[in-house]
């Protein structure tokens, strides 16, 4: 009982730091209500900001790929609790971001400032949907099951947990990666563009476009040919507008 309760605790603690994280970082690149946003922190040479940010850049990048992949999950739980095994990925990657956000260095030079009141209220407003699509297709594919709490309760009532399975719910049938593609849009649309929101909003998509290769890699293999026909069928990020039609009018 003591343990299941403790993977409990352990599992809502991870969803907790996952929020943080994620609501910390919407107001990290809007520079708005939180205490450091991207053109806030220590200053220095241009170079050594650079290095510093790719290098936080890179830890996350590193962790959140390895622990991933099905490979590590295997040996991981050979250790850890097959329970608490995505609530230990949540926790780490948040605190992986949690770094990142904490010692971003600014590189304030404009890219560009947009100054038409109208102009930026359309760019604040695509901004909101990216995170607004990101959020959805959490909960679309299992939001409690992506990060781990449906598992530690599934352990705390001794019940047995099956994975969610294979779904094309809504968004998924416009586009395989909505979750993405709402990460893609928010780092993007931003009225103020510096070079250190442009070096973030860069390094991040290139990953993403890397790490979808590799997710994608893991699901032909578990999944087969229905994710390989569904591959041939949905595009990974941008709609195809005769797809998204037939759809909308079925």
């Known amino acids: 009982m003591t343990r299941r309760i403790l993977a409990?605790?352990?599992?809502?603690l991870a969803y907790a730091s996952f929020l943080a994280a994620i609501v910390y970082t919407i107001g990290f690149l809007a520079n708005a209500v939180v205490p450091k946003g991207v053109d806030d922190g220590v200053t220095g040479p241009a170079w050594l900001a650079v290095a510093v940010d790719a290098g936080l850049l890179g830890v996350f990048a590193v962790q959140?790929?390895?622990?991933a992949r099905p490979w590590f999950k295997r040996w991981w739980t050979r250790f850890v609790p097959a329970?608490?095994?995505?609530?230990?990925?949540?926790?780490?990657?948040?605190l992986a971001v949690g770094l990142l956000l904490w010692q971003w260095r600014p590189l304030t030079a404009d890219v560009w400032s947009?100054?038409?009141?109208?102009?930026?209220?359309?760019?604040w407003t695509v901004c909101g949907l990216g995170w607004g699509v990101l959020v959805l297709s959490t909960f679309l594919i299992g939001h409690f099951d992506l990060f781990g709490l449906r598992q530690v309760l599934a352990r705390a009532r001794?019940?047995?947990?099956?994975?969610?399975?294979?779904?094309?719910?809504?968004?998924?049938?416009i586009v395989r990666h909505p979750i993405m593609v709402g990460f893609i849009i928010a780092f993007w649309a931003t009225p103020d563009m510096t070079v250190g929101h442009l070096l973030f909003a860069a390094a991040a998509t290139g990953y993403i476009l890397i790490a979808v290769r590799f997710e994608e890699h893991d699901l032909r293999k578990s999944l087969g040919e229905p994710y390989e026909e569904y591959a041939r069928q949905v595009p990974r990020f941008i709609p195809r507008t005769r797809a998204v039609s037939e759809r909308v009018e079925a």
């Open 8 to 12: 409990l605790g352990y599992g809502v």
């Open 64 to 67: 959140h790929s390895v622990m």
């Open 83 to 94: 329970a608490i095994e995505r609530s230990t990925f949540v926790l780490l990657s948040s």
């Open 114 to 123: 947009v100054e038409a009141p109208w102009l930026r209220v359309l760019l």
């Open 158 to 173: 001794e019940a047995t947990y099956a994975e969610p399975g294979f779904r094309q719910p809504m968004l998924y049938r």
